[in-house]
């Protein structure tokens, strides 16, 4: 055991895992004053007093089985002090399949709720009233339809849509590189998320009703910079989309959100996110001539953990997620969420869950780390890193712009053969020990017998009891109202200028399934067909 | 990248497929390309898979061995099911790893049931191509 460094390695080459090259000291040339906090550009943040009038949410991503198992687990949560739900979905409600479709089988109520129609949402919510809390849904493919069908429960509740606050990822354009959850080919997706901001600036005007990712194509492999340089670029496909379609981008984009994750390396993860909401600023400015301040605003939400935790000494783990915490505060995050140590290989248990919650909550209150804003800034390290990570996410744009734009890379499968490309150079990477995993490839014990706590088992009776409950919302509906609303859907779907938004509330309201208006809506426009290149 | 031909696993044909609906698809592709740089030949399904057309593509192609990615915790129905289906093709020679999001306590049911080999994320590349040589002789 050799803790100190060799001569060799004190001068060898170091650099983030972006690439980019550490200076052994930083020095006050090599940086510029970054400006103050609240003001254009914002790379100190765009709040003037940081944290201090508004601390971040504190939003953990649960759900899992039935409806009424998620509620009892949200209503856990909000009595520990959390803030806001965030809602995981099951695979076939994310992917537009009722739970009796083949393909949804043995997916029912797994990696999420199930939430085939407005009468699991309003089990979901039991209780829970929607006027005063703020709700997150990871949901992409189905997006619109959640949306509608949360604005039904809302209606239910007799909540105003006005004082709706929550987000709905809606990015599509990610679930096409990374994720997976695409239905429609590109343009009718496109679409459905015009359709669902536009309706949302509207209706419910502190709704966040997209949330752009860069978290999924991060954990698939790319890099920090890529994954801000990807996720700009999904952002302004969006924000032409929204033009074309007649809205108002110094309006629409005071709503428009982002998400990411945050690994484990300190600074580079904090100078993403500032020179991420920097370039996000100047990219508005410069392309669209906004000029108006909220609308230049880059807010975003963070996952720590993910694909940075590791089955090896789970335990480890919840330091990892202390850390990765630290860096979103440091660059400024808006909300976030800590994975539970045990992530890596289940889903979590209520034990581990609550220990993710602990660690925020230490964070925010213990470390004083939030008590003056951008503590970060001035850093002559902080500042010449945030400039070059700048530099390189530009860089990135500028390759993806020569190709011939960010859809067409993605149409082409261009963008996930690259990505895929990074991810096995990283895997080959932590093979040979460069990239340092403790207790995995390095600091490993022999024979070491992992402890991996307690287990989390799903009940295998859930997917039964939802089939049961699907037959029986269906039974007990008015067919009729259901049957005319699908028909309405389908006709307003047909011409591209309607916004679709009002008739999905309408299917939701006359509880048609997700899976009937999905299939509707590809009788019309057909499925994605996957570019399957390696 | 090794010329076709070359390396351990030169001349076999192998279907990395994803069933079910997950759509994380990094470690099936990462999969894919070190089988390839190994020499086999690689025949990747793209997500969204029934077992049914697994067992189908993986009797077409004539493979010699199956790779299923999943990490949506369904590990126990779906591999089940596309060993069942082998089996009832009378291809159930044909050898069966799984790949993903495995908790340790899955691993041993998983190769009760017929499957020959569980990786994870940890489990080093060099590490998978051996067992696999070893697998197809």
Known sequence: MSAQLKPAQRTARVATPSGIEVPVVATRDMAHDPGAPGVYPFTRGIFADGYRGRPWTIRQYSGFGSAEESNRRYRFLLEQGQTGLSVALDLPTQCGYDPDHPMARSEVGKVGVSLFSLAEMETLFAGIDLGAISTSFTINGTAAIIYAMYLAAADKQGVPRAKLTGTIQNDILKEYVARGTWIFPVPPSMRLIADSVLYANEVTPRFNAISIAGAHVRDAGCTAVEEMAYTLANGLAYVDELTRRGGDVAKFARRLSFFFYVHMDLFEE??????????????????????????????????????????????????????????????????????????????????????????????????????????????????WLTDRMEEGMRGVMDGIDAYGGVVKAIEDGWLQRRIAVRAKEKKDDTDRGERVVVGQNRFRREAQADSYGEVFRLDPAIAGRVLEKHAQAKRSRDAARAARALDALEAAAASDRENLMPVLIECCHAYATVGEMVERLKRLWGEFQEPVRL | MSAAGAGPLAGKRILVAKPGLDGHDAGAKVIALALRDAGAEVIYTGLRKSPEFIVRVALDEDVAAVGLSILSGSHQELSHEVLAGLRAAGAGDIPVFVGGTIPPQDRARLLDAGVRGVFTNDTPLAHMIDELARALG
């Open chain 1, 270 to 383: 904090a100078c993403k996110f500032r020179a991420g909401r920097r370039l996000w600023a100047k990219l508005l400015r410069e392309r669209y001539g906004v000029t108006d301040d909220k609308a230049l605003q880059f807010r975003f939400g963070v996952v720590c953990g993910g694909s940075s935790l590791v089955a090896a000494q789970p335990y480890n783990n919840i330091v990892r997620v202390a850390i990765e915490n630290l860096a979103a505060v440091l660059g400024g995050a808006q909300s976030i969420f800590t994975c539970a140590y045990d992530e890596a290989f289940q889903i979590p248990t209520e034990f581990s869950a609550e220990i993710a919650l602990r660690t925020q909550q230490i964070v925010q209150h213990e470390s004083g780390v939030a008590a003056t804003v951008d503590p970060l800034g001035g850093s002559y390290y902080v500042e």
